[in-house]
């Protein structure tokens, strides 16, 4: 789409058709462009702890009111109207994104159970391909399911949790169709191409099978709160209705979920909370047995199980901040039969951990950076990977087999694309089986990326993942993109990203901010960013906002500010401290309206997360929230530009959040800067599904943020 000369009498006319849809006053005159629509103010009051909330705008939740779409759609051409100027260059920035991946593309077949398994993109096309070959590279493909085929005629297709039965003639998989993440469970014979006529609806969209190729157990989900609760029995081709209940978390702040060990012996039930876990195991030739508990919750301890030969593994906070790794018999799992194997240490975070017949790999975190170690059980050698970069990202990739010398790693940096690595546990030979292709004439040695450290409010030190093209003056003139989360222990790291070159080849410095709330710097890190702590998370951001602008990377006529989710929340506290310090702000699917989804447990994720935020129906937890609940602290007084994106269907942050925000905002800020939202009207949490669709909200962004600078193509 490109600019219309088009009369502003239009406008008008536009304008009053969105205006007298919503009941709202009348709009400006047409000389002053595109007017935004203006939510109608319908008072509703909650008292708590002797204070009287007022929200104007809480009928906004009302997902079902033809008045509500009426107003998302409105926005939506408000937007449309207000960044008309910018559409060839969102026509060019998609281009450019979609420009450097390479369409047709396969993933790095890995072995399992006497096949090779990988995906593959077709020419243009949004979705893989699901393949596999029997016993060799060189044997016929066999194509599982082409997720190209299943999605034709939906507006938003997820394809999740492909499972193959053990004598690999079955395969399991899920599929969500509305962005809900509601998945269906389906079953298909590899063997005939046949879909089985077995399908059940509202599943977490995992299944584990049975060593008898026709049991299989899976998790349903509560339709309303969207929490996986009930674990269940499916024998193939039996009515969904006839399942047999296996287990039920009746704890609503938990979590459930069923899975099947690396060593195919043992089915597993998972039961998670914020703080606390719970495993329940079964031999998986015995489906009709009974579950039974390694170690029974306990307030405060977790702990993540794995099962190697005669025993179990065991990743726990059980005396130990920031993990240890224990043994146990299987006939005796309790923890006062835990034997420690590797010791906690203040200074490590251990994050995961994969075994092989004869080595231990664990991955672990030191100052922020991941530290993959490789452990002898005979000899007890060990030794680490060498990365070579100062901020990089690096995972213990896909490894199914215990009986191989190799494994499968992955890495990538801010200049280095992603890369897929085989890694001898014995000679120590690293091969590089595959790295990202970028086309469009990319070299990493024309970017420079670096980390340093920002003094925050309270004296503690934040890293900083830079990353710009070389050349860049440190003058305070360029434009820079600083990017958080800071919640759930969540790391941000410093991973590849191939559509933020089109940001660093006009001029922009990109940020990635390691602030509390997450885990970079270790469990205390955590610790220290949630709960009666939050405000951590907030001020961490600002102080690296202000070191950048320190040290003359930038300025704040020319600082953005991007989070999403949770990081979402960020935006809107720091608008609401710091709104001086930016030019524009994206707040994605952001969580905004703290204290009335906290107290409503009615909705997706409240129960399960007060021991994240804190649980607002205690006087101390309901005063801290207040006091940084963005929707709540909305003020009349000036606010950056912003754009604000959602989607209709979020699970996960209901859409009505950043609606109300927006609305609000409108309401009371004084300065006439760009207020935007944008609502996905077929997708959820996510964004929209597909490889290369996705990128057109990208785009949009990035739109955005280059006009706010002057920077037009």
Same mark, same amino acid.
């Given at each position: 789409?490109?600019?219309?000369?088009?009369?502003r009498?239009?406008?008008?006319?536009?304008?009053?058709?969105?205006?007298?849809?919503?009941?709202?006053?009348?709009?400006?005159?047409?000389? =002053?462009?595109?007017?935004?629509?203006?939510?109608?103010?319908?008072?509703?009051?909650?008292?708590?702890?002797?204070?009287?909330?007022?929200?104007?705008?809480?009928?906004?939740?009302?997902?079902?009111?033809?008045?509500?779409?009426?107003?998302?759609?409105?926005e939506?051409?408000?937007?449309?109207?207000?960044?008309?100027?910018?559409?060839?260059?969102?026509?060019?920035?998609?281009?450019?994104?979609?420009?450097?991946?390479?369409?047709?593309?396969?993933?790095?077949?890995?072995?399992?159970?006497?096949?090779?398994?990988?995906?593959?993109?077709?020419?243009?096309?949004?979705?893989?391909?699901?393949?596999?070959?029997?016993?060799?590279?060189?044997?016929?493909?066999?194509?599982?399911?082409?997720?190209?085929?299943?999605?034709?005629?939906?507006?938003?297709?997820?394809?999740?949790?492909?499972?193959?039965?053990?004598?690999?003639?079955?395969?399991?998989?899920?599929?969500?169709?509305?962005?809900?993440?509601?998945?269906?469970?389906?079953?298909?014979?590899?063997?005939?191409?046949?879909?089985?006529?077995?399908?059940?609806?509202?599943?977490?969209?995992?299944?584990?099978?049975?060593?008898?190729?026709?049991?299989?157990?899976?998790?349903?989900?509560?339709?309303?709160?969207?929490?996986?609760y009930?674990?269940?029995?499916?024998?193939?081709?039996?009515?969904?209705?006839?399942?047999?209940?296996?287990?039920?978390?009746?704890?609503?702040?938990?979590? =459930?979920?069923?899975?099947?060990?690396?060593?195919?012996?043992?089915?597993?039930?998972?039961?998670?909370s914020?703080?606390?876990?719970?495993?329940?195991?079964?031999?998986?030739?015995?489906?009709?047995?009974?579950?039974?508990?390694?170690?029974?919750?306990?307030?405060?301890?977790?702990?993540?199980?794995?099962?190697?030969?005669?025993?179990?593994?065991?990743?726990?906070?059980?005396?130990?901040?920031?993990?240890?790794?224990m043994?146990?018999?299987?006939?005796?799992?309790?923890?006062?039969?835990?034997?420690?194997?590797?010791?906690?240490?203040?200074?490590?975070?251990?994050?995961?951990?994969?075994?092989?017949?004869?080595?231990?790999?664990?991955?672990e975190?030191?100052?922020?950076?991941?530290?993959?170690?490789?452990?002898?059980?005979?000899?007890?050698?060990?030794?680490?990977?060498?990365?070579?970069?100062?901020?990089?990202?690096?995972?213990?990739?896909?490894?199914?087999?215990?009986?191989?010398?190799?494994?499968?790693?992955?890495?990538s940096?801010?200049?280095?694309?992603?890369?897929?690595?085989?890694?001898?546990?014995?000679?120590?030979?690293?091969?590089?089986l595959?790295?990202?292709?970028?086309?469009?004439?990319?070299?990493?040695?024309?970017?420079?990326?670096?980390?340093?450290?920002?003094?925050?409010?309270?004296?503690?030190?934040?890293?900083?993942?830079?990353?710009?093209?070389?050349?860049?003056?440190?003058?305070?003139?360029?434009?820079?993109?600083?990017?958080?989360?800071g919640?759930?222990?969540?790391?941000?790291?410093?991973?590849?990203?191939?559509?933020?070159?089109?940001?660093?080849?006009?001029?922009?410095?990109?940020?990635?901010?390691?602030?509390?709330?997450?885990?970079?710097?270790?469990?205390?890190?955590?610790?220290?960013?949630?709960?009666?702590?939050?405000?951590?998370?907030?001020?961490?951001?600002?102080?690296?906002?202000?070191?950048?602008?320190?040290?003359k990377?930038?300025?704040p006529?020319?600082?953005?500010a991007?989070?999403?989710?949770?990081?979402?929340?960020?935006?809107?506290?720091?608008?609401?401290?710091?709104?001086?310090?930016?030019?524009?702000?994206?707040?994605?699917?952001?969580?905004?309206?703290?204290?009335?989804?906290?107290?409503?447990?009615?909705?997706?994720?409240?129960?399960?997360?007060?021991?994240?935020?804190?649980?607002?129906?205690?006087?101390?937890?309901?005063?801290?929230?207040?006091?940084?609940?963005?929707?709540?602290?909305?003020?009349a007084?000036a606010?950056?530009?912003?754009?604000?994106? =959602?989607?209709?269907?979020?699970?996960?942050?209901?859409?009505?959040?950043?609606?109300?925000?927006?609305?609000?905002?409108?309401s009371?800020?004084?300065?006439?800067?760009?207020?935007?939202?944008?609502?996905?009207?077929?997708?959820?949490?996510?964004?929209?599904?597909g490889?290369?669709?996705?990128?057109?909200?990208?785009?949009?962004?990035?739109?955005?943020?280059?006009?706010?600078?002057?920077?037009?193509?």
């Amino acid at each position: 789409m490109y600019r219309l000369k088009s009369s502003r009498y239009l406008l008008v006319i536009i304008c009053l058709a969105a205006v007298l849809a919503l009941g709202c006053g009348a709009c400006k005159k047409a000389e =002053t462009g595109p007017q935004p629509p203006v939510a109608e103010k319908i008072k509703k009051e909650f008292q708590e702890f002797g204070k009287i909330r007022v929200d104007n705008y809480y009928w906004l939740k009302e997902r079902e009111n033809p008045k509500v779409i009426d107003y998302l759609k409105a926005e939506n051409e408000y937007l449309q109207a207000v960044l008309k100027p910018t559409e060839a260059l969102q026509g060019k920035l998609y281009q450019e994104i979609v420009g450097r991946i390479k369409q047709t593309d396969m993933s790095v077949p890995y072995r399992d159970n006497g096949y090779y398994y990988y995906t593959r993109f077709e020419e243009g096309k949004e979705y893989p391909v699901y393949c596999r070959k029997k016993g060799s590279l060189d044997a016929p493909e066999e194509v599982m399911l082409n997720g190209n085929e299943m999605a034709e005629g939906q507006p938003f297709f997820s394809l999740l949790g492909l499972e193959v039965s053990p004598d690999n003639t079955l395969l399991a998989y899920a599929v969500d169709t509305v962005s809900r993440r509601l998945y269906g469970q389906r079953f298909k014979n590899l063997a005939s191409g046949e879909v089985l006529s077995d399908e059940i609806p509202n599943t977490l969209g995992m299944a584990a099978w049975a060593n008898d190729n026709k049991t299989v157990f899976y998790a349903l989900k509560d339709t309303a709160t969207l929490r996986p609760y009930r674990v269940m029995r499916h024998v193939l081709g039996t009515p969904a209705a006839q399942d047999q209940e296996v287990f039920v978390e009746s704890d609503e702040t938990f979590n =459930t979920a069923v899975f099947k060990s690396k060593s195919k012996k043992y089915l597993i039930i998972a039961s998670d909370s914020t703080l606390s876990t719970e495993y329940r195991i079964l031999a998986a030739d015995q489906p009709d047995g009974q579950f039974r508990i390694v170690q029974p919750r306990e307030r405060d301890l977790e702990y993540h199980v794995e099962h190697f030969r005669d025993k179990l593994y065991i990743r726990t906070n059980y005396q130990a901040k920031n993990f240890r790794l224990m043994e146990a018999p299987l006939d005796k799992t309790a923890k006062e039969n835990w034997v420690e194997l590797i010791p906690h240490r203040d200074d490590v975070l251990l994050e995961g951990f994969e075994i092989f017949s004869d080595t231990l790999v664990v991955e672990e975190r030191k100052s922020g950076l991941t530290q993959i170690r490789t452990i002898g059980w005979q000899d007890k050698a060990e030794h680490s990977l060498d990365f070579g970069e100062a901020t990089y990202a690096a995972s213990i990739g896909v490894n199914p087999e215990f009986d191989t010398d190799w494994l499968r790693y992955n890495y990538s940096s801010l200049t280095t694309p992603n890369s897929t690595y085989d890694y001898n546990l014995k000679t120590r030979e690293k091969k590089l089986l595959k790295q990202q292709e970028v086309l469009g004439g990319f070299s990493p040695g024309n970017y420079q990326a670096e980390r340093l450290y920002a003094t925050a409010s309270d004296g503690v030190k934040i890293p900083i993942s830079l990353v710009y093209r070389k050349g860049l003056e440190k003058n305070g003139n360029n434009p820079l993109l600083e990017y958080g989360y800071g919640s759930y222990g969540a790391n941000e790291d410093p991973y590849f990203d191939s559509s933020i070159l089109s940001l660093l080849d006009r001029g922009f410095i990109y940020a990635l901010v390691h602030i509390r709330g997450g885990s970079e710097m270790g469990r205390a890190w955590y610790e220290d960013g949630k709960l009666l702590k939050k405000k951590n998370t907030f001020t961490d951001f600002i102080g690296c906002a202000e070191f950048l602008i320190a040290e003359k990377f930038t300025r704040p006529e020319k600082l953005f500010a991007a989070g999403a989710s949770a990081g979402g929340l960020l935006m809107g506290a720091v608008v609401n401290m710091r709104p001086d310090l930016y030019k524009g702000v994206i707040a994605g699917v952001p969580y905004v309206d703290v204290i009335t989804t906290m107290l409503d447990p009615s909705i997706p994720l409240t129960a399960q997360e007060y021991d994240e935020w804190g649980n607002p129906n205690t006087k101390e937890y309901y005063d801290y929230m207040l006091s940084y609940s963005p929707y709540d602290n909305v003020e009349a007084k000036a606010y950056p530009a912003m754009l604000v994106t =959602t989607g209709l269907h979020d699970s996960q942050v209901q859409y009505w959040e950043p609606a109300k925000w927006v609305a609000k905002l409108r309401s009371l800020k004084t300065d006439k800067n760009r207020l935007l939202l944008h609502t996905n009207m077929d997708a959820g949490h996510g964004g929209q599904s597909g490889r290369f669709r996705r990128y057109r909200e990208t785009a949009l962004e990035f739109a955005f943020m280059l006009d706010l600078v002057g920077i037009t193509e």
